[in-house]
């Protein structure tokens, strides 16, 4: 099993850019989520699904969309980049939402 | 709002000492809480999970305990070593909104041989 895998590892982006982070997972969780880091702050969920067509927001989801059209993958989209958006960028999965998180290794995003 | 802090930021500890992590949450009502933790670049590895019934759980030389009464839990880890050199993190998840986890910032403890 791979876990949960996450790509990019790294991107640059321009303000107002637009771009789409991918992750997946092989353990056939229903749950995912997304989460952002930033300095000196533990994790803030932005958008976390419970299933293929089931989406909904978290703490900070101004800025993101997400969809979930198959169990495997949960990808977020970014619509027009921000320097606020500048972090790291964990998606996390397991079975029904309340059980142990596994973690991807995370996407560094930088706005310029 | 409900809120999980995590004192102090910072630990350092010589090698072969028995330390005590600790996380305080503000709402009694704790679904489960979650010890993580996370090497420098990489992501969270789930360590020990509490739910809101249980009072601790052990894993090897970690354990993890819950008091909702006073909304603190610890994190135990015997005899540390210098691999045990990472970022802890603690996340809470409270009734009626139990698949959403609220995390602290994290503990970062160095083990020095």
């Known amino acids: 099993n791979a876990g949960v895998t996450q790509t990019p590892k790294f991107q640059v982006l321009k303000t107002g850019q637009s771009m789409t982070l991918q992750c997946a997972q092989d353990?056939?969780?229903?749950?995912m989520s997304w989460y952002r880091q930033d300095p000196g702050m533990g994790l803030r969920l932005i958008h976390y699904?419970?299933?293929?067509?089931?989406?909904d927001q978290g703490e900070v989801p101004n800025g993101y969309n997400v969809s979930r059209s198959t169990t495997e993958d949960f990808p977020l989209r970014l619509l027009s980049a921000a320097p606020s958006q500048t972090s790291v960028y964990f998606c996390?999965?397991?079975?029904?939402?309340?059980?142990?998180?596994?973690f991807g290794p995370g996407t560094r995003l930088l706005v310029l | 709002k409900q809120e999980v802090t995590q004192i102090p930021a910072a630990l350092s500890v010589p090698e072969g000492e028995n330390l005590v992590l600790n996380c305080s949450f503000t709402d009694s009502a704790i679904y489960n809480l979650q010890w993580f933790r996370q090497d420098p670049g990489k992501g969270l590895t789930s360590l020990l999970l509490i739910q809101s019934s249980q009072r601790e759980q052990t894993s090897g030389r970690l354990n993890a305990s819950l008091d909702k009464s006073s909304g603190r839990s610890t994190l135990y880890i015997a005899a540390s070593q210098p691999g045990d050199s990472a970022t802890y993190l603690c996340a809470a998840s409270f009734s009626g909104s139990a698949r959403q986890l609220t995390f602290g910032s994290g503990t970062q403890l160095t083990v020095l041989p």
């Open positions: 353990m056939n969780h229903e749950y």
């Open positions: 699904s419970v299933g293929a067509g089931i989406t």
């Open positions: 996390a999965s397991s079975w029904g939402g309340v059980e142990t998180q596994y």
